[in-house]
């Protein structure tokens, strides 16, 4: 992403959340949540400019990338194994759209599965998943998070 320039205003992506550019001083960006839902959302953060790129920050997908992305959440086909969790979290935090529909997919066809237990760590895993989705498909919609997530189910309830 080093070559990639930012201007104030510009949205960014981090660890699935939409983050708003506010400010750009001596090389260092400075972004704030795009959605406000908490006190724990009003946080703010910054990062100089060359170190982006050593990150996993990027900036959001296209309309047509997420478009795509709902679409493969309710096509059917085979599944791998069950999803190792702590692989699950790994892939999370990579901050990667196409890995986190794979997660949410996988993981929404093994809750359907009445013959497996669901653990608590993978339903925790199922909602980070799905809340990183929900957000960047929000801003890219210009919805609600909460829309933008019965959305994200109704493609997925078509899996069963």
């Known amino acids: 992403m080093d070559k990639i ?10 660890g699935g959340r939409v983050y708003k550019i506010y400010k750009i001083k001596k090389d260092i960006i400075f972004f704030e949540p795009f959605f406000k839902e908490d006190k724990d959302t009003l946080l703010t953060s910054s990062i100089p ?3 982006i790129s050593k990150t996993n920050i990027r900036k959001p ?28 979290r790994n892939l999370l935090d990579s901050n990667d759209i196409n890995q986190t529909v794979s997660i949410l997919k996988r993981l929404w066809i093994e809750q359907k599965d009445p013959t497996r237990p669901f653990a608590t760590s993978r339903k925790n895993i ?12 929000a801003f890219l ?6 829309k933008a997530t019965d959305k994200i189910e109704l493609a997925l ?4």
């Open 5 to 14: 320039s930012f201007k104030m205003g510009d949205k960014l992506v981090d």
């Open 49 to 51: 400019i060359s170190s």
């Open 61 to 88: 997908v296209t309309r047509k990338e997420i478009n795509e992305a709902i679409k493969f959440l309710s096509v059917k086909r085979e599944l791998a194994l069950p999803l190792d969790i702590n692989t699950a």
């Open 126 to 137: 199922f909602k980070l998943a799905l809340k990183q989705l929900a957000e960047e498909l």
């Open 141 to 146: 919609s210009h919805t609600s998070i909460e």
């Open 157 to 160: 309830s078509k899996l069963a």
